[in-house]
């Protein structure tokens, strides 16, 4: 199948520094990914589509100063947590789609990324 | 509003089966997703069903009822290392995927 890498897979940082975590989609273009995070023991909120070339459409309650996504290319979503807090800290992961959204649209995620902000 | 239902969490014993069932209320339907998720990490994909009837792939075979807004996913021979979270996923008419909570599976010898 399609393989998503995330890097890193773990960060811990300090209080007020930004993060950026990077999404490739190493065997195929990714027109559009996404971006989730999780609490332990929950289910994935999706943050916000990344598409290719164009401004991310950010859910409902997801700040976009806070969280910058930037999607410079078919392979390379970006998502950087800026002057991060404690409660940002989370496991991210980002997915992307092979093919359009009118095929099965099947997922394929990255490994994660465990923010750690102390 | 969009709801997707699973229980939280089903135990079930070495070598039997397991069904995990799926309701959904949503905005139009494309097709629905289960994936597994092991604790720490990412979700895999374990199957599509857009159509009514059963899937079937291996151990694991994903029903459908679109009519009752209906889905389980049925595991055979359970395996120790089934033991993870398994995710029902529903596009919607934007093509947007609700999540459920997802299921956690405890297996015990």
């Known amino acids: 199948g399609a393989v998503v890498s995330q890097h890193p897979s773990r960060v811990i940082c300090k209080s007020g520094t930004s993060v950026k975590i990077e999404c490739r989609s190493l065997d195929f273009q990714a027109t559009t990914m996404f971006w989730y995070r999780q609490f332990p023991k929950q289910s994935l909120m999706l943050m916000a589509t990344s598409n290719e070339g164009s401004k991310a459409t950010y859910e409902q309650g997801v700040e976009k100063d806070k969280f910058l996504i930037n999607h410079a290319s078919l392979t390379l979503s970006t998502l950087t947590v800026t002057s991060a807090h404690p409660e940002d800290s989370s496991f991210y992961i980002c997915?992307?789609?092979?093919?359009?959204?009118?095929?099965?649209?099947?997922?394929?995620f990255g490994e994660g990324s465990r923010l750690t902000v102390l | 509003g969009q709801n997707i239902d699973q229980p939280t969490e089903m135990t079930a014993t070495e070598g039997a089966i397991v069904q995990i069932n799926c309701t959904y209320q949503t905005s139009g339907f494309n097709g629905l997703f289960w994936y597994q998720q092991h604790a720490g990490e990412a979700p895999t994909f374990l199957s599509y069903n857009v159509l009514d009837g059963l899937e079937e792939k291996g151990r694991f075979s994903s029903f459908l009822s679109r009519s009752k807004g209906y889905s389980y996913l049925l595991l055979k021979e359970l395996q120790m290392k089934d033991s993870a979270s398994y995710l029902c996923?529903?596009?919607?008419?934007?093509?947007?995927?609700?999540w459920g909570a997802g299921t956690k599976l405890i297996i015990k010898p």
């Open positions: 997915s992307a789609r092979l093919g359009t959204r009118e095929n099965t649209g099947e997922l394929f």
């Open positions: 996923a529903v596009l919607d008419s934007n093509y947007q995927l609700i």
